[in-house]
């Protein structure tokens, strides 16, 4: 019993609120860039819905995993990209000009 008690409150110290608390959920989406953020490594999306992810259309600041995909990103472009969501943090992967 000990044993389960620490590794629920291991859990709960860690994030976990519940059975997907540690799950990594990819989406891909398409939206316009409005922001982007070299400094902080961040990018500004004014996006449609993304189904894969259950997220409705929205505009949001996006971490992004490579700093180097903020290189080709323009304020005003539309684009298509995925984004994980990995321990809780919503974090874009890859960004292409829509064509």
């Known amino acids: 019993m000990k044993k389960l008690i620490l590794a629920g ?3 709960l110290a860690l994030g976990g609120t519940g059975p997907d608390a540690f799950a990594q959920m990819t989406g891909k ?3 316009e860039i409005r922001k982007v953020d070299r400094d902080a490594s ?6 449609g819905p993304i189904e894969a992810m259950d997220m409705p259309g929205m505009t949001m600041v996006f971490q992004v995993k490579d700093p180097s995909l903020l290189d080709k990103a323009k304020v005003g472009e539309t684009v298509n990209f995925t984004v994980t969501k990995d321990s809780g943090a919503m974090v874009v992967t890859s960004v292409e000009p829509k064509k």
Request: glycine share 16%.
């Open 29 to 31: 989406g398409e939206g």
């Open 9 to 11: 409150a291991v859990f």
């Open 42 to 47: 961040k990018i500004t999306i004014k996006h």
